[in-house]
């Protein structure tokens, strides 16, 4: 979801090589990830460079940060201006063999929970590794899976001497809570009017601290956070359904906007059309799957 900000732009580059799926991503804007990164698969991330007020599960994050994800659990980042990031998915037999092509044996403790590294990546390797996958941005036919098998040799091999911490990382503490605690009631009742008093009533703070908390952590109001995730729901309906029998007005209705002349300015504001013209593109897309 793209955060409060200029509209977010970057690049995306993927590959799949021996069972393994590599991504990264160079993020110009403020966007946050929330969802399962993999729903059969371990998935390890690093933050190459993590750009102001960047968070993983709503902490703080420092560059050279190695997270682990287990199958189908959330990975809840929030990225700031100038993020990059590179992540490799595989499973677990694939990585224990990736592991012992090292000659490392992982514990099998070490990868039964979802979580942060103790330490992050040391500075010198960390510079040589964004460096190469800058190039994968700046060229795409550069071999990026040759630089994906060496980043995550350096991931796994840095996991091995530096674990996920018990507990870990990934509890939001201070500010962090707060903001948890209301997103969590903001997205049970997104469909319904939400009033202030009771996001701090859901939250256990006053509407103050719940402000201050929404800017500090977010970058945002509460109203804010609120309107821009109605609107991406709204988008994300109308791109998977169309107005499936219902009108635009209908599907605003349906993710809690009601002011529909106000909805399709701050939509186009926020995505660069209007909703007509998602649905249009949509209706053209499908047009053309079918002729082929």
Not at 69 to 79: Q, Y
Not at 139 to 144: I, L
Not at 154 to 180: A, C, K, M, Q, Y
Not at 255 to 284: D, Q
Request: charged share 25%; glycine share 10%; hydrophobic share 40%.
């Amino acid at each position: 979801m793209q955060m409060a900000g200029p509209p977010a732009q970057g690049s995306l580059a993927f590959a799949a090589r021996g069972g393994v799926i590599f991504s990264t991503g160079l993020i110009r804007g403020r966007v946050s990830v929330r969802g399962p990164l993999s729903r059969d698969a371990l998935t390890l991330g690093i933050g190459l460079r993590f750009g102001p007020a960047s968070r993983l599960w709503l902490n703080p994050v420092a560059d050279g940060d190695v997270g682990v994800f287990l199958p189908g659990e959330a990975c809840d980042a929030l990225f700031g201006e100038e993020s990059l990031y590179f992540a490799a998915s595989l499973s677990e037999e694939a990585l224990q063999k990736e592991a012992a092509s090292e000659d490392l044996v992982l514990d099998r403790r070490s990868i039964s929970h979802t979580g942060l590294c103790s330490r992050p990546i040391a500075h010198q390797t960390l510079a040589a590794l964004r460096d190469a996958v800058v190039r994968v941005h700046r060229d795409p036919s550069a071999d990026d899976d040759r630089v994906g098998r060496a980043i995550l040799r350096t991931v796994i091999d840095h996991w091995g001497r530096f674990p996920i911490e018990s507990p870990g990382r990934n509890d939001p503490v201070g500010l962090g809570l707060i903001v948890h605690r209301a997103r969590e009631y903001i997205h049970a009742n997104l469909d319904a009017p939400i009033s202030l008093d009771a996001i701090a009533l859901a939250a256990e703070t006053s509407r103050r601290t719940l402000a201050r908390a929404f800017f500090q952590v977010l970058g945002d109001t509460p109203a804010g956070y609120i309107r821009r995730l109605r609107l991406h729901r709204i988008r994300r309906d109308l791109v998977r359904n169309g107005v499936a029998g219902r009108t635009i007005h209908e599907t605003a209705a349906a993710s809690g906007i009601r002011e529909a002349g106000r909805m399709a300015g701050r939509y186009r504001e926020l995505f660069g059309e209007y909703p007509h013209e998602t649905v249009n593109e949509r209706s053209k897309r499908q047009r053309h799957g079918a002729a082929v």
